[in-house]
């Protein structure tokens, strides 16, 4: 399946009301995206993460591909006990296409 930047960025609509990525990014109620694709989950400076996250990235959780679109797919189901209230994405193509959107930030 073909990766698409541009809709992964109207994907992202649906992340903008807890996270920020790019430059001047902050955490919010979710922490900073910027170089997410392929960092271990629960490692952002400043952000306070819930037990279950801390101890998943402190176990090796990282998100690559696999990793993220599980979560991104159903939060709670992929990891008993985080707080993202989200309830996830419901096509494998909005999935795709907003890890491509995410993968176009790096970490700063
Ligand atoms: C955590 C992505 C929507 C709140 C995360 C993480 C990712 C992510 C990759 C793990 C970060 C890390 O380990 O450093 C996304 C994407 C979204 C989305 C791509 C949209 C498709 C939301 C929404 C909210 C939210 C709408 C708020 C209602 C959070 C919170 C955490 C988190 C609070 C930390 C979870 C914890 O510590 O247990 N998100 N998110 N996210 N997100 Fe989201």
């Given amino acids: 399946q073909a990766q698409d930047i541009a809709a992964g960025e109207k994907v992202f609509a649906k992340c903008k009301a807890c996270h920020m990525v790019g430059e001047n990014a902050k955490n919010r109620v979710g922490p900073i995206l910027n170089g997410i694709v392929g960092r271990a989950a629960g490692t952002v400076d400043g952000f306070k993460y819930s037990p279950a996250m801390a101890k998943a990235g402190a176990d090796g959780l990282l998100w690559d591909e ?11 189901g992929f990891l008993k006990g985080n707080k993202m209230a989200f309830a996830g994405l419901k096509k494998d193509e909005e999935v795709v296409d907003v890890i ?6 790096d970490a700063d």
């Fill in 66 to 76: 696999a990793n993220l679109s599980g979560y991104l797919r159903d939060p709670k």
């Fill in 100 to 105: 491509a959107y995410l993968e176009s930030f």
